[in-house]
């Protein structure tokens, strides 16, 4: 059975850092692509950035512009996402995800998803 969890989900003030984990079990980790989505109340979930399981290769959505770092432990079945200077248009529910297939940033192409952590940034 597949577990994905996420923390480090917080309030914050603009232009701070959190650094969000996604523990994940029953899966074969370091073969997975695993992805990060957010969703804002009202709005579609949406890619946030994708680590490949084999060589650790990063991908972004535009929005993230070199804010965001997405990296893996496999020793630890985890992976972080690494979010500077936060913005008031970043406030989401953050969601990781294990890649099955296809392109990286299609959501449908996801199976496995945590129960999300909770971003709040005060400005």
């Known amino acids: 059975q597949v577990q994905l969890v996420e923390s480090g989900g917080g309030l914050v003030q603009a232009g701070a850092s959190l650094r969000l984990s996604c523990a994940a079990s029953g899966v074969s980790f370091s073969s997975t692509g695993m992805g990060w989505f957010r969703q804002a109340p009202g709005k579609e979930r949406e890619f946030v950035g994708h680590?490949?399981?084999?060589?650790?290769?990063?991908y972004y959505a535009d929005f993230v512009k070199g804010r965001f770092t997405i990296s893996r432990d496999n020793g630890k079945n985890t992976v972080y996402l690494q979010m500077n200077n936060l913005q008031p248009e970043d406030p989401a529910v953050y969601y990781c995800?294990?890649?099955?297939?296809?392109?990286?940033?299609?959501?449908?192409?996801?199976?496995?998803w945590g129960q999300g952590t909770q971003v709040t940034v005060s400005s």
């Open positions: 680590i490949t399981g084999s060589d650790h290769s990063t």
């Open positions: 995800a294990t890649h099955r297939l296809g392109y990286y940033a299609t959501r449908s192409n996801y199976d496995f």
